[in-house]
């Protein structure tokens, strides 16, 4: 067991899988001599070199189509965003072309790239560098797409993702670098798309996945003293999407709520509440409900800002409503 922070998780899986096969290779802006813009890949440059740890021009199509070529010629590149807010400008080179190159090419040929940036909020950086857009990624055929709420699975995720045939897209979220934990790299990994539920409860299940976890970690505790008990699942990856666990515990307790970082309308929550409402019908015991962010460009001010996506207090009060 070793104790590191996610960021260092993260520089970790990158190291190791850079020097297991020298066909991995980073590029993003400012990843190489100042480190990467959240500190990932700082000193990977002193350790496998400029051709590896690429410095490349302010241009996210220009770096995203770079390494759609560079997947193709058979190399698995690693793209860093600075921020998923800046995801729009890839959309052709990362939609219409990493998505959908194994099924225009009749599966003879993939686009084995991951694509890291971060989302979220918590660091007051205003309405531009503050969203969650994984619902983007999340509509798009040909794309997986993970969401690791752990330092562990900062580094296992990564590492899975480095050996997938087809593009990933990995998002961070910005909130977390900072958290640490001890974690067995050695460890066997939870299997590649599959969930976990962190906590076991009686009463009412939460469905949620990144930062998302650890607020409902917060609220099952609170309720917990007042004899409320809490499921509560921990997705890991959107696509693909372990629904089988969700169906099984939304079963035990027929009440469920689905906590989402992204906006309310047409969100990732929005897809989960309407999954769950198809497929456990028979089951439930009252509507699911949706915990999400609110329909508003984020803030640049702490408060305004705190307040616009979901909270432990706001989780733990929904809870106790749906109970009650």
């Not at 590029?27 to 990977?44: M, S």
Request: hydrophobic share 45%.
């Amino acid at each position: 067991m070793v104790q590191l922070t996610y960021r260092d998780a993260l520089r970790q899986a990158l190291f190791d899988a850079m020097t297991e096969d020298e066909n991995v290779f980073i590029l993003g802006e400012e990843v190489g001599r100042y480190g990467g813009a959240y500190g990932v890949t700082k000193d990977l440059i002193a350790d496998f070199g400029a051709e590896r740890v690429m410095d490349t021009p302010i241009s996210e199509p220009a770096i995203v189509g770079a390494a759609v070529g560079a997947a193709l010629s058979g190399l698995r590149p690693v793209v860093e965003l600075m921020y998923v807010d800046f995801i729009g400008m890839t959309m052709d080179q990362l939609a219409n072309q990493a998505a959908k190159i194994r099924y225009m090419f009749g599966g003879q040929i993939g686009v084995p790239m991951v694509l890291r940036t971060q989302g979220g909020t918590g660091r007051s950086a205003g309405a531009q560098h503050s969203q969650s857009l994984e619902a983007y990624i999340m509509h798009t055929p040909g794309l997986r797409l993970v969401m690791p709420a752990t330092v562990a699975d900062a580094y296992h995720l990564l590492r899975q993702s480095l050996t997938k045939p087809d593009p990933v897209v990995f998002i961070e979220h910005k909130g977390l670098y900072t958290l640490k934990e001890e974690v067995n790299l050695n460890a066997e990994p939870v299997p590649w798309g599959k969930a976990v539920v962190r906590r076991q409860g009686t009463d009412i299940v939460i469905v949620t996945y990144s930062r998302q976890v650890h607020f409902a970690m917060q609220a099952a505790e609170e309720l917990s003293r007042k004899g409320i008990e809490v499921t509560v699942i921990d997705l890991r990856s959107l696509n693909p999407l372990d629904f089988d666990i969700v169906r099984e515990e939304v079963e035990k307790t027929g009440k469920v709520m689905v906590v989402s970082e992204g906006v309310l309308t047409s969100g990732v929550a929005a897809e989960l509440a309407a999954r769950i409402s198809e497929e456990c019908f028979d089951y439930l015991e009252n509507p699911v409900v949706r915990v999400a962010g609110e329909d508003i460009p984020i803030s640049v001010s702490i408060a305004l800002e705190t307040n616009s996506v979901p909270t432990a207090e706001l989780i733990a009060q929904t809870a106790e409503r749906i109970i009650s």
